[in-house]
């Protein structure tokens, strides 16, 4: 999708004068559904306080920010949520919320029709109540949140339904789009289930095969509908995923750190959800401070696709979606190349009609296989002799 | 009209990015960029200015006549509200 004049125009000034204009902020990690694909730990380490979240915004303004994600854990846990809100608004933001919709009631949905919310993101993962709920953990959060949307779309507000696609949901996506449609809501979905940010891969194992995929690769019908709430939000995010073709972003891998980043509930600043890589925190450095000084997003920067050691010289580049965080998560170099972003891509370039396609990473991997195997042998041959 | 206040509409989402207003409608997810001057104009109606008020600024700032400074407010803020980016 190509980005329209006026958000091409307003991606390439941030990109310019380097202004964090999409902002992904946590307010909590709490949440009170147990997801199993969750990447969080829930507990509440001292997130930050009202005066601190306000503080924060107020910065976030000064330094350009426009568009605002406000997302968890669970949102509305959160007492002072629409104090929050409504200080965000009084500073002119454009919001967008993430949210399981547990908690939102028929009030709630008029109050964030009221303050200017414009769009709402719901986690839906089935269109099966049992399989919604059996990766919620709780039960019954199928049908509250299904409530919650139809409270949402009586105020006329936007929303769009998010279905991060694991084993488990899979074989359902069909029926979930056919409940996206009954709805009236777009949807999205995420083929990527992303390693807890401690570290710990073991989550890993939910993920659909590349081959498990092929479906989802082959009919676009089922990745999600564009919705016009996109054009706005097309800067957000990745460059490469949203699918956003912008000039602004030729030769960067992505939008993180270069117009977006992301802030935890802790202050802490990354460059973007998906790339945990701490740049400083607003509890004792100002958000300007770390924006332009810190050596974490200067060194995110100056990443360029061309410089990729391996990614650079791949034939598969344009079937990629490789992600800079995942390559640092998974592979432990941000400017390395990953299995899972070679695994989809050779998939996809395979559902193109591309005969027999192998990443350069892969390509590279074999290579080095092979010869450790034929060293291997004349070792055993020089043995015999 | 001249002396009224300017109201921008307060469920709209802006902000100004090197240089230019850029305005975000949360019913449609319409995406206004104004130019210098509809920016010029933007920032002063937020201040709370009336249309003369607004008129003589743009003919300090841009070395207008008076007349053309007046058209050119009213012209613009005849498009704002066109395109519903203002609440009066």
New interface residues.
């Given amino acids: 999708m190509n980005a329209t004049p006026v958000m091409d125009r307003l991606v390439g000034r941030s990109m310019k004068g380097s202004v964090p204009l999409g902002v992904h902020f946590d307010v909590t990690y709490r949440c009170n559904e147990r997801c199993v694909h969750c990447y969080l730990d829930h507990e509440d380490y001292g997130e930050l306080e009202t005066p601190e979240v306000k503080n924060i915004l107020t910065q976030l303004a000064a330094a350009g920010t426009l568009m605002l994600t406000f997302s968890g854990g669970e949102i509305f846990l959160r007492k002072d949520f629409f104090e929050l809100l409504e200080f965000a608004r009084s500073l002119h933001f454009d919001i967008t919320l993430k949210s399981n919709a547990l908690m939102i009631t028929a009030e709630r949905a008029v109050r964030l029709r009221e303050l200017g919310v414009r769009q709402i993101q719901i986690s839906i993962y089935s269109a099966e109540p049992e399989v919604h709920d059996a990766i919620t953990k709780v039960r019954g959060s199928f049908a509250r949140s299904l409530q919650a949307i139809r409270f949402l779309k009586t105020q006329g507000l936007h929303v769009k339904i998010a279905c991060p696609l694991m084993k488990q949901n899979l074989s359902g996506l069909r029926r979930l789009r056919i409940l996206a449609d009954e709805l009236s809501v777009p949807y999205v979905i995420d083929m990527t289930v992303t390693p807890k940010l401690d570290g710990d891969t073991s989550i890993l194992a939910m993920r659909n095969s590349a081959d498990e995929l092929v479906d989802v690769i082959q009919d676009a019908s089922l990745r999600g509908q564009a919705t016009p709430d996109d054009a706005a939000e097309s800067v957000v995010g990745s460059a490469v995923s949203s699918g956003i073709e912008s000039d602004a972003y030729d030769g960067i891998p992505c939008s993180a750190g270069h117009n977006t980043c992301y802030i935890s509930p802790y202050g802490e600043v990354y460059p973007c959800v998906q790339m945990p890589i701490p740049a400083g925190n607003l509890r004792r450095e100002s958000f300007e401070q770390i924006w332009h000084r810190s050596p974490q997003f200067a060194r995110v920067r100056a990443i360029r696709e061309d410089q990729l050691p391996v990614c650079a010289a791949c034939n598969l580049r344009k079937y990629c979606e490789r992600c800079p965080g995942l390559a640092h998560m998974e592979g432990g170099d941000l400017t390395g190349a990953y299995d899972r972003a070679c695994e989809l891509a050779e998939m996809k370039a395979r559902v193109a009609g591309v005969a027999n396609p192998l990443s350069a990473w892969h390509a590279q991997s074999r290579g080095k296989a092979l010869a450790v195997r034929a060293s291997g042998r004349l070792v055993q041959i020089s043995q015999h002799l | 009209m001249n002396r009224e206040t300017v109201v921008l509409n ?9 240089g ?1 207003v ?1 305005v ?1 409608s ?8 104004l130019n210098e001057t509809a920016s010029f104009i933007w920032k002063h109606a937020e201040r709370g200015r009336n249309v003369s008020e607004i008129a003589d600024l743009l003919t300090t700032e841009f070395r207008v006549d008076a007349a053309q400074a007046q058209a050119d407010t009213e012209g613009l803020l005849a498009v704002f509200s066109q395109k519903g980016l203002l609440a009066n």
């Fill in positions: 307060p469920r709209l989402a802006w902000r100004e990015i090197q230019r850029v975000i949360p019913e449609d997810s319409v995406v206004h960029e």
